[in-house]
């Protein structure tokens, strides 16, 4: 399509047009809970969210994509645990958690964005990369970086 001369904004109004696929309204906030219920309705990704109760705000999502999945299960051994700031404009934290594969290059196993980097969100987020991935008993060393605080989550 590029070749015949279409703009690459007139290519993705086509595959829109086509595929009819809705990834949910024009926030945010709405694409992102289209695409976790994708996640949540198919078989071998997995999700997770937490959230207040009272007030609706979500504190920390998880997802791990079923390749993520393989990754970890087949290199369990060193777990490289980063964290962003500033990658988005609603101000969320970029966690995740990486393995080395047969190469020796870093492959990420799983994501999570959270609101702030406390000991409860960062626990969650742990806590629920245990729970998807069964081969973390097997891991042997735990790498981060200097600017994860909460350490003791890892414990």
């Given amino acids: 399509m ?3 001369g ?10 829109r047009e086509k595929t009819a696929r ?5 926030t945010d906030e709405s694409r992102a809970v289209g695409i976790l219920r ?6 071998g990704p997995s999700a997770a969210i937490s959230a207040d109760d ?5 504190h920390a999502v998880c997802f791990q994509t079923a390749s993520h999945k393989r990754l970890s299960k087949a290199f369990p051994q060193v777990v490289l645990i980063d964290t ?6 609603n101000c969320y934290k970029h966690f995740s958690f990486l393995v080395n ?11 999570a964005l959270v609101k702030s980097k406390t000991k409860d969100n960062l626990w969650f987020c742990v806590n629920e990369f245990k729970q998807s991935n069964p081969a973390w008993s097997k891991i042997q ?13 890892l414990a």
Avoid: M, P
């Fill in 84 to 89: 962003a700031h500033g990658t988005n404009k």
């Fill in 2 to 4: 590029r070749e015949a």
């Fill in 101 to 111: 594969d047969v190469f020796g290059k870093g492959q990420y196993v799983r994501h």
């Fill in 6 to 15: 279409a703009s690459a904004k007139g290519i993705l109004k086509y595959l």
């Fill in 22 to 26: 809705e990834w949910g309204g024009k």
């Fill in 141 to 153: 060393v735990v790498v981060t970086d200097k600017d994860f605080k909460e350490k003791d989550v």
């Fill in 38 to 43: 994708e996640f949540y309705d198919s078989e």
């Fill in 54 to 58: 009272s007030s609706g705000l979500v």
